[in-house]
């Protein structure tokens, strides 16, 4: 029997030549595991196993963590909505049971990346936006990083946390942020609709800010609620500083030839095909689109790169500073949380650079 890994970029090499894109200028940002299908290849009773290995996960979760009996939509603002105002009391459980408490370690190392921004630009004051901030655990783990690195008494610390839903917020802003220095402000607001040149809310209940309003943006398991990632991209390249860092963290699938090492008895063996098909047969349409309403956030990674945008004269993009993609261990500790880190930097670009992060974000169709 046989499984196909399906490529999630087809694009077009005829249009690339016409659009002046050479296969080198796709290979910086797009790599092989992307643009290609890859076969896998096993027994009949191999196939069952993970069949069966499947359905005893989708029983758990139905089983404890009670997902929607409606299929999910659209995955738009307003499904989105919908699902978080139900969730929002039992988010921070239900979340940590989802990952095996792995979120909280994720969350502090969006602190982490505020941490290393500080140390290495040494500002008087530190501005941070945390992008889909939900209940607060991303800023309050930034808080706990920056005090125990006594960032706390060498500079000010102000941070947003932005979300849409109304219920997060109102279980954000009851949580205790005592530390000294910090202001911590949580406000409504659309990420897909950040930016505004004076700053102003254009229906008088969403937050937006002016350019160049905030040293660090986080987002930690946000992106995927969001049904047009790229729009989101480009409010934080305008609202953040020159040399601004850009903290993004989610699911990414499994790299066929990156696969984590499972234990059996004495021995540490990769399990490509078993990691591959729970990922896409129970993670993305079981745990991410019916529990939470979320979509797989593979490709933001790469899109994010190619956001560019033109202030008068000056050209602005991101650099990437890290990248970090692995399998994380799950229950009975299984590989079956594929995870990426990105760090970007706001960075001034030229226009021909401009012009060929475009092109290219066009034959996605974005």
Not at 1 to 19: F, G, H, N, V
Not at 109 to 124: H, M
Not at 211 to 235: H, L, R, W, Y
């Amino acid at each position: 029997m046989q499984y196909i890994y399906k490529k999630l970029l087809d694009i077009s090499e005829e249009k690339a030549k016409e659009l002046g894109i050479t296969s080198e200028d796709l290979a910086l940002y797009f790599p092989d595991h992307l643009m290609i299908d890859v076969e896998f290849k096993s027994g009949y009773l191999k196939f069952k196993l993970l069949e069966f290995v499947l359905f005893l996960l989708a029983m758990g979760v139905k089983t404890f963590l009670l997902p929607r009996k409606d299929q999910p939509g659209s995955l738009d603002i307003e499904e989105v909505e919908r699902v978080y105002t139900r969730e929002a009391l039992g988010y921070d459980r239900k979340h940590h049971f989802t990952t095996r408490g792995q979120d909280t370690i994720w969350r502090r190392k969006a602190g982490e990346a505020v941490a290393a921004y500080c140390q290495k630009n040494q500002p008087n004051e530190i501005t941070v936006l945390d992008l889909c901030t939900g209940t607060g655990l991303t800023l309050l783990e930034i808080c706990k990083i920056l005090a125990s690195r006594n960032i706390t008494k060498r500079l000010n610390v102000c941070l947003t946390g932005l979300d849409y839903n109304r219920s997060m917020l109102g279980v954000a802003e009851k949580r205790p942020y005592l530390f000294a220095n910090i202001l911590t402000d949580f406000v409504k607001g659309n990420a897909m609709d950040l930016y505004s040149p004076d700053g102003k809310s254009a229906d008088g209940e969403n937050s937006r800010f002016k350019a160049e309003s905030f040293d660090v943006v986080t987002q930690m398991c946000g992106i995927g609620g969001i049904n047009d990632p790229k729009s989101v991209f480009e409010g934080v390249l305008k609202v953040l500083k020159p040399g601004g860092h850009f903290f993004l963290a989610d699911m990414h699938r499994p790299i066929p030839n990156l696969i984590g090492e499972l234990p059996i008895i004495n021995k540490w063996v990769e399990m490509p095909l078993f990691e591959v098909f729970i990922y896409e047969k129970g993670t993305i349409p079981i745990v991410l689109n019916q529990l939470w309403g979320w979509r797989d956030t593979t490709l933001d990674f790469y899109i994010l790169p190619l956001v560019s945008w033109q202030d008068g004269n000056q050209f602005w993009g991101f650099k990437i500073l890290s990248f970090e993609e692995e399998s994380l261990r799950w229950w009975l500790s299984m590989t079956l949380m594929p995870y990426a880190k990105l760090i970007v930097e706001k960075t001034e670009i030229t226009k021909e650079e401009h012009d060929k992060r475009q092109k290219i974000l066009s034959l996605l169709g974005k």
